[in-house]
């Protein structure tokens, strides 16, 4: 998608309380502080849009972006970080994760989950994996992104990238998406993995398939 305009579109802490302009939605999920709204701020090329920090447990309530360009409209969906320690059990348990399983279970049009991953990490967690199964156990169609990539020499990030594929049962020939938000290493990549998302996601799909004979390949 080349990107044209960008706007916070809606935030609730309310389950239940969400947009209904029924645009395709892109929600990034991951443990708190994995790198979500750096993700976000990365692929839309702006530095300060979604709040980030060094301290987990930043983004507390859901976060819609809109986005715009090459004729396609969606939303960014920033979901709170799960399985932050230090937020009180009851918060934790309760409200955050009332917030993000009434969304995952809402009839929103999700057009694909990223599911963030520490490079570092040597595998998913307990939790990745609960969420992990429940994408699948739902049909939900994700990919999976390995953040912070610049913090491994790239003989490790390659290492790191077969071992989560081999972690997360991944089928041949389908392998996480190493990504850094210093560097933009993934961008390109996690774009046309997203251009073909949100285009499926949109109405006329099928037609403008057939007139033009591919998915737009512009990720800028
Ligand atoms: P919550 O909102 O708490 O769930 O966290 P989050 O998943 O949105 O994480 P956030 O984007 O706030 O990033 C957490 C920290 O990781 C920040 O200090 C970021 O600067 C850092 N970070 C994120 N992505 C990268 C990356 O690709 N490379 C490096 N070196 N640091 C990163
Ligand atoms: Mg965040």
């Known amino acids: ?8 579109e809606f935030t609730t802490s309310r389950p239940g309380d969400y947009p209904s302009d029924a645009l395709p939605e892109i929600a990034f999920l991951g443990r708190s502080n994995v790198g979500k709204s750096s993700l976000i701020n990365s692929l839309l090329n702006r530095k300060r849009l979604a709040r980030t920090s060094k301290a987990p447990g930043r983004t507390r309530a859901i976060h819609w972006y809109r986005v715009e360009g ?10 709170p970080g799960y399985g932050y320690a230090r937020v009180p059990r009851r918060v934790r348990e309760h409200e955050w994760a009332a917030l993000i399983e009434t969304y995952l279970r809402s009839k929103q049009p999700m057009a694909v989950a990223i599911q963030l991953l520490d490079i570092r990490r040597e595998g998913p967690t307990t939790l990745d994996e609960q969420m992990i199964e429940w994408l699948r156990a739902n ?50 990549e996690l774009w046309s993995v997203l251009d073909s998302h949100i285009a499926k996601g949109s109405p006329g799909y099928g037609e403008r398939l057939a007139g033009r004979g ?3 390949e512009d990720h800028r």
Request: glycine share 8%; charged share 30%.
């Open 1 to 8: 998608m080349k990107i044209q305009d960008v706007r916070s």
């Open 139 to 188: 049909e939900r169609p994700t990919t999976y992104v390995l953040t912070k990539a610049d913090k491994l020499s790239r003989s490790r990030r390659a290492r790191a990238a077969q071992l989560f594929a081999r972690k997360l049962q991944l089928p041949d020939g389908m392998r996480p998406i190493p990504y850094s938000t210093v560097t933009g290493e993934g961008r390109a």
């Open 70 to 79: 090459s004729g396609q409209r969606c939303h960014f969906v920033d979901l």
């Open 214 to 216: 591919g998915v737009d």
